[in-house]
């Protein structure tokens, strides 16, 4: 899902350095880069909140990252029916290569009923 959020910030910032006219296209991608965007740091700052133990996080931190979080969720609202949010929500789905890639489990999952083996 991050390689699909950096993807789109890459095509989107291409779109906004051609200084393309102002105009809905332009509106709905700023709306899409920001919920990408936002997407993209809060995934960075889950992990640095779950694994880097040194890092102590300060409620202004937080707060701003919040405030930044209930912003993309106002973007998202405004373009959610857009087919150009639609397509990055696909985007963001395991693609068949990479599920075909995955291997399979050598034996299967055992079960509460399964009976213990001698």
């Given at each position: ?12 910032n ?14 709905i ?90």
């Amino acid at each position: 899902m991050k390689q699909a959020s950096e993807r789109k910030l890459s095509e989107l910032n291409d779109f906004f350095d051609r200084r393309s006219p102002e105009g809905p296209e332009r509106t709905i991608k700023y709306h899409l880069y920001n919920v990408a965007d936002t997407f993209s740091q809060a995934q960075h700052n889950r992990n640095e909140a779950d694994y880097n133990l040194l890092r102590e996080w300060q409620p202004t931190q937080v707060s701003l990252s919040l405030e930044g979080i209930a912003g993309a969720f106002k973007s998202w609202n405004t373009i959610r029916h857009e087919p150009a949010a639609r397509d990055y929500l696909i985007s963001m789905l395991p693609s068949r290569e990479r599920k075909q890639s995955e291997r399979p489990r050598s034996k299967p999952r055992p079960t509460p009923t399964d009976t213990p083996r001698s």
